[in-house]
C-alpha cells in the first residue's frame, strides 16, 4: 500500500538589506530619489513573489534587550508577539510582530540538539535591527516573524563559519520541519559602517567588493575564512554584522544570489530558492 508523502516546510527565499535606524525618514521625506528605497523596493518585491508563510530574521541586537553581562552569541525569540522600534530616534510607524512560538521553540530544541549553545528570549523589545527591514520588504503584520539574534557588535564575536554552520542547521530543521509552510530568512546588517567612531562616513570599498564578489560567486565558505574579526573591524566598528549575512549563506546551499546590489557600504540581496 502506497503511503502519501509527509508534507514537510520549504525554505523559498533568502533575503538580505540594511538597517540604518534613519533609512524610514530619509525615504519619507525624499521619496522616490534614494537608491536605497529602489533596492528596498526590488527585495520586497523578490520576497512577496516568494509568498512565504513565516520569516525568521537574523539580526544583532544593538543593547536594546542584551548587554555586556548579559550577551548570547546566539539567541531565538520565542515570543507571541514583540514591537518595534525601541529606539525613539528611529522615526517610523509602530511595526508589531506576530511570532510563531512553536517553529521558534523548535528551532531551539533543533539547534540544541545539534550542538549550539542557543539562548531564549521569552520577552522582546524590537531594535531598528529588526523593525526596519520589515517596514521596507514585509511591512505586513499578517506575517509571523521569529526574530534570530547573532552577535555581530559586541567583541568577541562568534566565528563566521560557526554562523555559517548555524544557517546549515536552520536549513536542515526547515526541511524536516512538519507541515507545508513556507519559510524565508532575512538577513539584516551592513557590510561596511562605522557609527559613531573615528571613521564615520567611510566606506571600506575594498571590503565590499570582496564580499560581494564572494557572494555573487556563491563562494560563501571562502567568506567565512575571510570574514575574520580583525578583517571585519577594519571595515568599521558595526560591520561584523555581516556574520547575519553569513549565517544565511549557510541556508541556501550553492544557490548564488539571484539580486545583488550595493550602496555604499549596504548591501542588498534575495535569494530565489522556491
Known amino acids: ?69 548579559n550577551l548570547p ?4 525569540g520565542v515570543v507571541e508577539s514583540a514591537e518595534g522600534p525601541a529606539e525613539t530616534y528611529c522615526l517610523m510607524p509602530t511595526l508589531q510582530i506576530r511570532g510563531d512560538t512553536g517553529l521558534a521553540r523548535g528551532l531551539l530544541n533543533h539547534g540544541l540538539n545539534a550542538g549550539f549553545d542557543l539562548a531564549i528570549a521569552q520577552e522582546l523589545r524590537l531594535d ?29 564575536l562568534p566565528l563566521a563559519r560557526r554562523c555559517y ?24 546588517g551592513s557590510i561596511s559602517l562605522e557609527v559613531g567612531g573615528p571613521q564615520v562616513g567611510w566606506t571600506d570599498e575594498p571590503w565590499v567588493e570582496t564580499v560581494v564578489d564572494h557572494l555573487g560567486r556563491g563562494a560563501y565558505r571562502g ?16 560591520s561584523g554584522e555581516l556574520l547575519c549575512w553569513i549565517t544565511v549563506t549557510g541556508a541556501v546551499g550553492d544557490t548564488r544570489p539571484a539580486f545583488l546590489e550595493t550602496d555604499g557600504g549596504s548591501g542588498f540581496a534575495a535569494w530565489d530558492l522556491g
Not at 525624499?30 to 533596492?39: A, D, F, H, I, V
Not at 552569541?73 to 531565538?76: E, K, L, N, P, Y
Open 73 to 76: 552569541q546566539f539567541c531565538v
Open 165 to 188: 554552520a548555524f544557517g546549515q542547521e536552520i536549513r536542515r530543521f526547515i526541511e524536516k520541519l512538519a507541515g507545508n509552510q513556507r519559510v524565508a530568512l532575512l538577513a539584516s
Open 128 to 156: 531598528h535591527s529588526v523593525v526596519v527591514p520589515l517596514h521596507f520588504v514585509a511591512p505586513s503584520e499578517d506575517i509571523p516573524v521569529v526574530p534570530l539574534y547573532v552577535n555581530g557588535l559586541a567583541p568577541p
Open 223 to 238: 567568506l567565512t575564512r575571510r570574514a575574520t574579526e580583525k578583517r571585519m573591524a577594519a571595515a568599521g566598528n558595526v
Open 1 to 69: 500500500m502506497h503511503r502519501p508523502e509527509k508534507a514537510v516546510a520549504k525554505l523559498v527565499a533568502a533575503v538580505a538589506t540594511p538597517h540604518g535606524p534613519m533609512l524610514p525618514q530619509q525615504v519619507a521625506q525624499s521619496p522616490g530619489t534614494l537608491k536605497t528605497e529602489s533596492l528596498m523596493k526590488e527585495v520586497r518585491r523578490r520576497l512577496e513573489e516568494a509568498a512565504p508563510d513565516v520569516i525568521l530574521v537574523v539580526a544583532s541586537d544593538h543593547f536594546t534587550n542584551f548587554f555586556y553581562n
